[in-house]
């Protein structure tokens, strides 16, 4: 499957965007898909992931309660609903897919990656 993330941009602190990630070339609803998001000299970090056959969401600690992860099959399409943005939110987020059953939160285990789309919080 090929990914394409997109919505990033500059927002400020407390803040909301959405991010999306279409896939094609496979059967979209086969797939887990996850969030991660990488800093500057930072190592890439599990944002969340949701699952296929009604599996997830799971999210990482540091956006719990503030982030939203969905999906919608019939567009081949998975958001991120970030909200409350902070500082520290700043990142490129990545969206990845695997065929794994469970939502894995190491980004080796995803197979399959979009390119990225930067996300900057300002104060």
């Known amino acids: 499957v090929q990914l394409q993330a997109s919505g990033g941009g500059l927002v400020q602190a407390g803040g909301s965007l959405r991010l999306s990630c279409a896939g094609s070339g496979d059967t979209f609803s086969r797939y887990t898909l996850g969030w991660f998001r990488q800093a500057p000299g930072k190592e890439r970090e599990f944002v969340g992931g949701?699952?296929?056959?009604?599996?997830?969401?799971s999210y990482g600690d540091s956006v719990k309660g503030r982030f939203t992860i969905s999906r919608d099959d019939s567009k081949n399409t998975v958001y991120l609903e970030m909200n409350n943005l902070r500082l520290e939110d700043t990142a490129v987020y990545y969206c990845?897919?695997?065929?794994?059953?469970?939502?894995?939160?190491?980004?080796?285990?995803?197979?399959?990656w979009g390119q990225g789309t930067q996300v900057t919080v300002s104060s």
């Open positions: 990845a897919a695997n065929r794994a059953l469970w939502i894995a939160i190491v980004a080796s285990q995803y197979g399959y």
């Open positions: 949701i699952g296929w056959r009604g599996n997830g969401p």
